[in-house]
């Protein structure tokens, strides 16, 4: 996969992206990410990129013609032709069935904001907006190393075990089931037996009815769209019934 970012901060990117897992598929050739320094799009000597709103009020704007200039010269840079996203807090939330799909594109060109926002005029240029959560940063490009991360531990080889991604939270709309490792015993705390059993079926039975339990208690709001049988689905309703009744009591 080719990610490509258009930026005015292209200094916050080279530590992210060359540690550990990142730094690892970008090194082996499963992710190639390029980020754009947006002032070289500018046509002025203070290489500007914001102005004021028109209509008045605070802050600055991401002036309209550096992004389309940018946009149509990094697209133009590599054959295949890019899912352009606009990463901002209005767009769609991004969770991990947006990341499934974004990781199956072939490229993909984010366009980070800075500032107070947008010119309007620049959406037009986008396929997508996506947002990371209901709250504001200081830009979109936190936002998009979020989602390289995301779609990049996707790619085939990425991580080092392929059962990895598809054991996490969310992969089948739950949260993962708790985790332990040695010692089996710490100040005062086991692990639960059934890891210790040797017993593949049972475990997995454990960990997937932990799963549903966890999601249930931390999450309800996912059950209802979690791939469930009626036995679980119907565990998962009880708990959260009796947690709602606790909390009223």
């Given amino acids: 996969m080719r990610v490509d970012v258009i930026t005015v901060v292209p200094g916050m990117y080279p530590e992210v992206l060359g540690t550990s897992i990142l730094g690892r598929a970008i090194a082996t050739g499963a992710l190639d990410v390029s980020v ?9 000597r203070h290489r500007t990129t914001d102005d004021y709103p028109f209509g008045g009020g605070p802050g600055m704007v991401m002036k309209p013609e550096p992004v389309f200039r940018a946009v149509g010269s990094v697209r133009d840079m590599h054959p295949a032709r890019p899912r352009v996203v606009l990463v901002c807090p ?5 969770d991990q069935g947006l990341v499934r799909e974004l990781a199956t594109e072939e490229r993909l060109l984010l366009i980070c904001g800075r500032y107070e926002g947008f010119d309007e005029r620049i959406r037009t240029l986008a396929d997508d907006e996506i947002s990371i959560g209901d709250y504001v940063l200081t830009g979109g490009d936190l936002a998009a190393l979020v989602v390289i991360d995301a779609v990049a531990r996707l790619q085939p080889g990425v991580l080092g075990h392929e059962d990895s991604a598809h054991d996490e939270s969310f992969s089948e709309g739950l949260l993962e089931y708790p985790q332990y490792t040695r010692p089996a015993e710490f100040n005062g705390m086991g692990v639960p037996e059934v890891l210790l059993s040797g017993d593949h079926a049972r475990i997995a039975r454990w960990r997937r009815a932990a799963a549903v339990e966890r999601t249930a208690i931390r999450r309800p709001d996912l059950i209802e769209s979690a791939d ?3 036995d679980e689905r119907a565990h998962a309703r009880t708990i959260i019934e009796e947690r709602k009744r606790t909390q009223d009591d």
Wanted: proline content about 6%.
């Fill in 36 to 44: 754009h320094d947006l002032r070289d799009w500018t046509d002025d």
């Fill in 90 to 94: 209005q767009g769609r939330p991004l």
């Fill in 228 to 230: 469930l049988d009626e």
